[in-house]
């Protein structure tokens, strides 16, 4: 009877442990995207099962976003998330931390007790050998029948009172540390809530298999980067994509499989890119009229000052994590595999990831803009090539040295441009031929604007190089501004990449040869009101 007693017992124990388990629910694969992360949990299930705990995930998720899927063979019913304040409540890695943190400290205890008993061993050891204050102690050291005896147990222990301070000194600064590095990475992956979230899954397993549990965490994200590196004998660029990821989401990614979506939630080696040259007129207003509204007359609209292609205004560093973001274009979304497992600490660290690389055959050639800059910049062009292609910063590589960086945005044209930075054997001079102001008309009264202006670019290349000069001229958005233009020789381009007024040559420059363009402008204008964007 007892025995069969006990087999019951046993068997309601195994029907109970399989009704209710806390499984260990590691991460086992992240979608990335700009700004957030989806985490996945998988928690093996065995055959007969009910009901799975699991414990002690972070509570800095929505748990709107929770949701739960399973293999075969096992149905998922209610899902109860809990969440479990308290100063005891921390992640699983920030008790291991604090543990090990916890015996460090009891060792240096130790090891100060040791301390300070040698200490006082130290002490009377001095007054017994007559180093003390008084004079009764140096006589009954004097005094005593076995000096010898007397003098042999201060030598040994003295000796070993100083040794053990001195293995008590280097025992603790070496704890020391190990205290500091300890401390260090706790305060890395403390989220900054102490409090945990408990999950328990009800379920009918009728075989062994997984569950999985995803939902959405902020503090995570990737931005595109890339890598163009010009052959510049074989007019050949090597293109690699590259990501750079970060998390603080409050505990480590380790060896997870990462898939990476483009979905929701400073001398620049590039080519200056002309812009379109607008000139604007305002008709005159009687200076009384500006009076009686109680605002200034309009002053005359200076013209944009030009910088080149990917300028950026510096912005100071946040003190707090900023996870990277990347610029979509459009309202597709894309996923990238990354190709091999990922560790990624919990400390706001970036680091870069591989996604893939190709060789493109590029033609090349030197573009100036010489309106906007002397310097002559080597560039390349190549048919866009399959795929996705995302605004990243980009590392430029010319016949293998580092020509610089800057921000592309492969959607700028249909084609791939790449600037690989300056080109000093082209010489570009900038001579201004005609500039004067005047009126014209007798009746009309119509101011005029002239400026005309040679460009002269020489080549001390030993190689024929194909050039491409481009130049923004003056565009008229009013009828009562006239543009007259005069080139020479006549542009080859005549609206560059689809921009007003933007007009360029296309040729070949040979070795110390010397090419001149000359740019002439007649601008007419009411006399009276003012217009913006003149030279």
């Known amino acids: 009877m007892n025995m069969q007693r006990c087999f019951s017992l046993a068997v309601l124990a195994g029907i109970a442990s399989h009704a209710l388990a806390q499984n260990e629910a590691p991460i086992t ?13 998988t928690t093996p299930i065995a055959a007969g099962m009910k009901q799975v705990e699991i414990k002690g995930l972070p509570a800095n998720f929505d748990t709107q976003t929770l949701r739960a899927d399973a293999d075969a063979g096992i149905q998922i019913g209610q899902i109860v998330v809990r969440d479990v304040k308290g100063t005891e409540a921390a992640s699983a890695r920030e008790a291991e931390l604090e543990a090990k943190i916890q015996a460090v400290q009891d060792k240096m205890a130790v090891i100060d007790v040791d ?41 040994r222990g003295g000796n070993d009172a100083f040794e053990r301070m001195h293995k008590a000194r280097v025992q603790k600064r070496e704890l020391e540390k190990q205290l ?6 706790l305060a890395r992956v403390r989220s900054g809530a102490r409090d945990v979230r408990n999950i328990t899954v009800n379920l009918a397993a009728r075989q062994a298999g997984a569950i999985r549990l995803n939902y959405q965490v902020n503090n995570a994200g990737w931005k595109p980067t890339y890598r163009a590196m010009l052959d510049s004998k074989a007019s050949t660029v090597d293109l690699e994509r590259l990501a750079m990821v970060s998390q603080k989401t ?7 499989k990462l898939k990476l979506s483009t979905g929701q939630p400073r001398l620049s080696p590039q080519a200056p890119e002309p812009r379109p040259w607008l000139l604007s007129y ?24 030009p910088k080149p292609a990917g300028y950026a205004q510096a912005k100071s560093a946040a003190d707090d994590y900023i996870p990277p973001v990347i610029e979509t274009q459009g309202s597709f979304s894309t996923e990238f595999d990354v190709p091999t497992r990922v560790t990624l600490p919990a400390d706001g660290r ?6 893939a690389k190709q060789s493109i055959n590029a033609k090349q050639r030197v573009r100036v803009a010489p309106r906007l800059d002397k310097a002559a910049v080597v560039t ?23 020509v610089g960086a800057t921000h592309w945005n492969p959607q700028s044209s249909d084609k791939f441009i790449f600037s690989f930075g300056r080109d000093d054997l082209i010489r570009v001079a900038v001579d201004r031929a005609n500039e004067q102001s005047g009126s014209s008309g007798f009746l009309t009264q119509q101011s005029q604007r002239k400026v005309a202006d040679v460009y002269t670019l020489t080549s001390t290349h030993k190689t024929p190089v194909d050039l491409l000069v481009l130049e923004s001229s003056p565009v008229s958005t009013s009828e ?27 040729t070949v420059i040979n070795p110390n040869q010397s090419l001149k363009f000359s740019v002439d402008y007649t601008i007419t204008y009411p006399k009276e009101g003012s217009v913006s964007g003149l030279p």
């Not at 409050?250 to 997870?256: A, T």
């Not at 008709?283 to 007359?297: D, H, V």
């Not at 390349?380 to 580092?402: C, H, K």
């Open 29 to 41: 694969s992240v979608v990335l995207y700009p700004g957030s992360a989806t985490i996945e949990r």
């Open 115 to 155: 301390a300070k008993s040698a200490e006082l061993a130290k002490n009377f050891l001095e007054r017994l050998s007559g180093s003390g204050a008084n004079a009764n102690d140096k006589q009954a050291a004097v005094d005593g029948r076995a000096v010898s005896g007397v003098l042999e147990a201060i030598r």
């Open 180 to 185: 500091g590095a300890l401390q260090s990475e």
């Open 250 to 256: 409050g505990e480590d990614w380790s060896n997870v």
């Open 282 to 305: 305002y008709k005159p207003q009687p200076e009384g009229a500006y009076r009686m509204r109680g605002i200034p007359a309009p002053a005359a609209a200076p013209a944009p000052s």
């Open 350 to 355: 970036e680091i870069s990831v591989a996604l």
């Open 380 to 402: 390349a062009e190549a048919a866009r090539p399959a795929g996705v292609w995302i605004t990243g910063n980009m590392q430029l590589f010319r016949d293998g040295s580092y």
């Open 480 to 506: 009562d501004i006239k543009v007259e233009t005069a080139f020479n020789p006549k542009p080859t381009v005549d609206t560059w990449e689809q921009r007003r007024g933007v007009v360029g040559w296309e």
